[in-house]
């Protein structure tokens, strides 16, 4: 034999040495079938993967090997691998192992040729078991989370029903009693005028107190009925001058209040499309608060701004009350919650009607420090118009 067949012999066991260790040493099962499809090699990882040793697989169908859904399908990846020089598609299948038990893995099938023109089907196989049972997790927690939103949209659809309810049958009962409390304070100021000093001192304080809390009760009844009627009427879309509605809203203050003479700063406010007396009432609620909530013996000071953002206005009130607790931000935009002294008059709805004339119009309302000390109630309006929905205050 010459030096170059020596040489090219070599070189060939080498090559099939290097190959050998390739083929031992992959993480993949690997599997060498006959022209009939049976296994004539395996390497350790495929044997790991059925549990067996290499004996218990030598001459057998790759086919016998999978579950009986999976063979159908293995059978014809082997009939196209025989037809394309190409690595063929890649199918997933469930493996039969020693036990019994079954594993699903992915297999591809390629035809290859060696130097001798033999033609060799390769099999490589890889564990994809861990995936598939983290795919079924996934698909599982999806189809939870759909039944869980479903419900919760289903809840959602009843809670709204439910609330239109109680909210027309609180407007109906509202009212109802404006007529007799009207009555009653009617009567009331009637004896006061008509017993004059014939009535002892005690009396006509009792008379007075009396007045006074059917007064308290009218005012109640009034906030009810129209925080009852801010979610059951449609709102009408205007061009809204939030400039001309805070003026109004200032020139409505209470006699309370302009005699404590307020000092109001209102900087220039944008048009708005919104429903303009929900959004006066808006405004006047907010004024009256900020005059409400300032100190003793001090005149109130009330600063109305906008920050123009990307696509809302912002715009807040200010005031140099006392303030208003970390705890208590939340809290005061609810029905009948109050943050302060039982002794400051109002009936607890001024805010929470405030929120729901915002949430109406797609806007957000909350409540900062002021800058100079006091609390900023600030409130977001969309540039263009909403219908009744939630929206998101940007950072």
Known sequence: ???????????????????????????NGIALLDGEGRIVDANPSLC?????????????????LMHPDDAEGVRELLGAAL?????????EVRCVRADGTSRWAELSVSNIEDGDDDH?????????QQRREADERLRRG????????????????????TNLRLRRFASLASHDLSAPLASISGVLAQLQRRSGDRLEPQDRELLAAGRERAESMRGLVQDILEYARGATTMLQHDDVDLGAIAEQAIAALGHDAAAREPLVHLEELP?????????????????????????????????IDVRRRPYHWEVGVSDNGPGVADADRDRIFRPLERAHSPSVSGSGLGLAICAEVVSRHGGEIWVEPGRAGGSRFAF????????????????
Do not use: Y
């Open 1 to 27: 034999m010459d030096e170059a067949k020596r040489t090219a012999n070599r070189r060939r066991r080498l090559d099939a040495s290097r190959l050998r260790s390739v083929f031992v040493g992959a993480p």
């Open 48 to 64: 790991a993967l059925f549990g067996c040793l290499p004996e218990a697989l030598l001459d057998v169908a790759l086919t016998g």
């Open 83 to 91: 037809l394309r020089p190409r690595p063929a598609r890649r199918l």
């Open 120 to 128: 060799w089907t390769v099999a490589q196989v890889q564990d994809i």
């Open 142 to 161: 999806d189809e939870r989370n759909a039944a869980l939103a479903d419900e919760l949209r289903r809840h959602n659809v009843q809670l709204r029903d």
């Open 271 to 303: 048009t708005v499309r919104g429903d303009r007396e929900q959004l006066l009432r808006l405004m006047r609620n907010l004024l009256e608060n900020a005059v409400k909530f300032a100190g003793p013996g001090v005149r109130p000071e009330l600063q």
């Open 380 to 395: 977001t309006l969309p540039k263009e118009p909403h219908m009744d929905g939630p929206f998101e205050r940007e950072g």
